[in-house]
């Protein structure tokens, strides 16, 4: 096996857990803000755990292959993601509203839309 191709397939593994992890955020997002909301925080707490088991597996697979500051963009997007991780459990628990996970994930949102190109070559 040559040593590019194991590296590409790694790069389109990477691409393939962001883009998971963000449409399962997506869900947990949509799921917290539906009318029904409180009815389906199991569920958007389901998919938080989904998002964030595939982002941490994104960003193990980046450490491994990278130096630190070598993607500010993905690392952005990765800390971004533990932002409105914490911040949706955070209130989960503490029974607040969410109006500061809607304003965390418009964040990642605009982070992982900042990956798109990059995450398209990667995923080619």
Same mark, same amino acid.
């Given at each position: 096996?040559?040593?590019?191709?194991?590296?590409?397939?790694?790069?389109?593994?990477?691409?393939?857990?962001?883009?998971?992890?963000?449409?399962?955020?997506?869900?947990?997002?949509?799921?917290?803000?539906?009318? $029904?909301?409180?009815? /389906?925080?199991?569920?958007?707490? #389901?998919?938080? $755990?989904?998002?964030?088991?595939?982002? #941490?597996?994104? *960003?193990?697979?980046?450490?491994?292959?990278?130096?630190?500051?070598?993607?500010?963009?993905?690392?952005?997007?990765?800390?971004?993601?533990?932002?409105? /991780? $914490?911040?949706?459990?955070?209130?989960?628990? #503490? $029974?607040?509203?969410?109006?500061?996970?809607?304003?965390?994930? *418009?964040?990642?949102?605009?982070?992982?839309?900042?990956?798109?190109?990059?995450?398209?070559?990667?995923?080619?």
């Amino acid at each position: 096996m040559k040593m590019d191709n194991r590296f590409d397939h790694q790069l389109k593994t990477i691409a393939f857990f962001i883009s998971e992890g963000f449409h399962a955020s997506r869900l947990c997002h949509e799921l917290i803000f539906a009318e $029904n909301g409180k009815d /389906n925080m199991n569920l958007a707490l #389901t998919f938080l $755990n989904q998002a964030n088991t595939f982002i #941490t597996s994104a *960003k193990t697979l980046y450490a491994q292959l990278s130096s630190e500051g070598e993607s500010q963009e993905l690392e952005t997007f990765f800390h971004q993601f533990m932002v409105f /991780n $914490n911040e949706v459990l955070t209130n989960v628990r #503490t $029974n607040h509203s969410h109006q500061w996970s809607d304003i965390e994930f *418009k964040q990642l949102e605009e982070s992982f839309d900042s990956l798109t190109d990059l995450l398209n070559a990667w995923a080619k």
